[in-house]
């Protein structure tokens, strides 16, 4: 296939699909259940849960330095030896068998609790870089926004149908429902291996592999194409502009990700009717805000969708900060007698319109920017930018809260989307787009 081809529509509904399959973890054990189950059950150290709350980032924090660590190695062996489909596998079932685990867990298995964590997070995470390094073979560059639009949309409608049927059938997170919820590690695990089935059917790998150099091994060759990389990054200063940008974005994402049903527990009070219709909202505003933004992207390029993406960001951290603030003001001006609750689902709007957007913007952004044989080493860098500030995220986040609670500790992300706004200004997207046109891989 040429590099103004678009792969067939079954590869590219193959590739889209493991969107769909990962959104049964991320969502399920990560955003809606798992963390909160584990703050307020597990660890269970109310009123405050500032343990649970520091346990939580400290194992997601750790699980993401692992991917930093693992991930731009493991994409210039991949490039090299065109076996990036062995290692989204490998990914694939780590993830599935230590989600399945979680079942294991009995309030107040601290230890054994964090270790699943670490590891199916780290499995799942460094799987999103794998997947997404197949995104270049797909088609042409212009073509790259609604492609990742599409796929990123198709992973909120995975997210959507695993947790509705969890929620329905697993019901509430509590103490006494224990014995059911714990299900919910099985339940995602069984729903990304039965959903992931079409990428490894569908989706190419191609060009073959090099033979490996007698006197060389495969770390080795990692390592060097790495540093090769790291030695021409002035070639690719736009690509530089763009990793220092996802490294504050998405520390703020993560954190939104990890602690907002956490925070709707802890800081609104939600009943649990408001929490399943946050979800419901998010996913929905999630997938119109991947399709609708990945349409524009195409119109008025990645660089500029990316920057409404985080001052829409903006607005939403704003609004969940000052959601009491906000239900004040609506009785005293209009007279509406909301509960706090529902003035947050307004937050849930703009956040999950923010969240598709942001992250699909940036996987097509680097797209863009990827140069041929190089899309595996190039989206490593990305995830091990993304991962590395998700640390950054977890350690801040975790360190505030614990000093001044939770509530007040969320402004920490207003901070981090304004830095990410002005790392990204000097990024010229022709301009990285020709520099990777014209890369010539001499470590080949």
């Known amino acids: 296939m040429s590099a103004t081809e678009l792969a067939p529509k079954r590869e590219i509904f193959g590739w889209a699909m493991f969107d769909f399959a990962n959104q049964g973890y991320t969502l399920l054990i990560i955003t809606v259940i798992y963390g909160d189950l584990f703050t307020r059950v597990i660890v269970g150290d109310a009123p405050d849960y500032r343990l649970g709350n520091l346990l939580w980032s400290l194992a997601l924090a750790l699980s993401y330095l692992m991917v930093v660590v693992a991930n731009p190695v493991c994409g210039a062996i991949m490039d090299y030896t065109h076996s990036r489909k062995r290692f989204l596998f490998a990914s694939y079932l780590l993830t599935v068998v230590t989600t399945a685990m979680l079942y294991l867990i009995e309030p107040g298995w601290l230890t054994l609790a964090v270790v699943l964590i670490v590891l199916s997070n780290f499995a799942y995470s460094i799987g999103e870089g794998f997947i997404a390094s197949f995104l270049p073979d797909l088609g042409p560059r212009q073509a790259l926004g609604w492609i990742s639009g599409v796929g990123w949309a198709l992973g909120y409608v995975g997210g959507l149908v695993a947790a509705a049927f969890a929620l329905v059938f697993l019901g509430e997170v509590s103490a006494d429902n224990y014995d059911t919820i714990r299900w919910v590690g099985p339940f995602a695990a069984a729903f990304f291996l039965i ?53 504050f974005a998405m520390a703020g994402i993560y954190i939104i990700i990890a602690f907002s049903f956490i925070y709707g527990a802890q800081v609104i009070g939600w009943d649990e009717n408001v929490r399943v219709l946050m979800f419901i909202t998010v996913q929905i505003t999630a ?5 609708g933004f990945g349409w524009l992207q195409s ?146």
């Open 195 to 247: 959903a992931a089935i079409p990428t490894f059917v569908w989706l190419k790998e191609r060009h073959s592999g090099k033979r490996l150099p007698v006197d060389q091994n495969l770390l080795g060759i990692g390592l060097n194409r790495v540093l090769t990389t790291w030695r021409e990054v002035s070639h690719f200063r736009d690509l530089r502009y763009l990793l220092v940008s996802v490294f």
């Open 287 to 291: 997938t119109i805000g991947a399709l």
């Open 299 to 444: 119109r008025i390029g990645a660089r500029t969708t990316y920057l409404i993406t985080l001052s829409l960001w903006l607005v939403a951290i704003l609004a969940i900060w000052q959601t009491p603030a906000l239900t004040g003001l609506l009785a005293r001006w209009f007279g509406v007698s909301w509960q706090a609750q529902y003035v947050f689902l307004v937050a849930g709007v703009l956040a999950g319109a923010s969240l598709g957007s942001s992250q699909s913007a940036t996987r097509a952004l680097v797209g863009v920017l990827t140069p041929k044989g190089k899309a595996a080493e190039f989206f490593g860098l990305w995830g091990m930018a993304s991962k590395l500030a998700a640390v950054f995220g977890m350690f801040g986040l975790g360190l505030i809260q614990w000093g001044v609670g939770l509530a007040d500790a969320i402004l920490f992300c207003m901070l981090l989307f304004v830095l990410a706004i002005i790392a990204v200004l000097p990024l010229r997207e022709a301009r990285g787009a020709e520099a990777a046109e014209q890369w010539r891989d001499e470590a080949a």
